[in-house]
Nanobody
């Protein structure tokens, strides 16, 4: 059974940093898309950062480029999102997701098939 479990959320002042982790278990594919998404109250969920785990190719939404970094550990069973220079508009529930359909299109358009439970990130002025 595939499981994704996020951790590392919390409250921070603007300009601060947080590191989110996503522990993945239950599958052994070597190359697939994993991503971080977020949803703020009253807004649609949006893709924040994405990685193709085989080669480690990364993708970011424009609003977080230069501030957020997606990465994976060597065993490829933990996904990270390092968030620096946080802004109040980064406040949201953050979810990690995995796509195990061998999607050949762009990362953010992948039909992510498995999701974590989410972790709250709150950035205050």
């Amino acid at each position: 059974q595939v499981q994704l479990v996020e951790s590392g959320g919390g409250s921070v002042q603007a300009g601060g940093s947080l590191r989110l982790s996503c522990a993945a278990s239950g599958y052994t594919d070597s190359s697939y898309y994993m991503g971080w998404f977020r949803q703020a109250p009253g807004k649609e969920r949006e893709g924040v950062a994405c990685i193709y785990t085989g080669p480690g190719t990364t993708y970011y939404v424009d609003s977080v480029k230069g501030r957020f970094t997606i990465s994976q550990d060597n065993t490829k069973n933990t996904l990270f999102l390092q968030m620096n220079s946080l802004k109040p508009e980064d406040t949201a529930v953050y979810y990690c997701a995995a796509d195990l359909t061998y999607w050949s299109g762009s990362c953010f358009s992948a039909p992510f098939t498995h999701w974590g439970q989410g972790t709250q990130v709150t950035v205050s002025l």
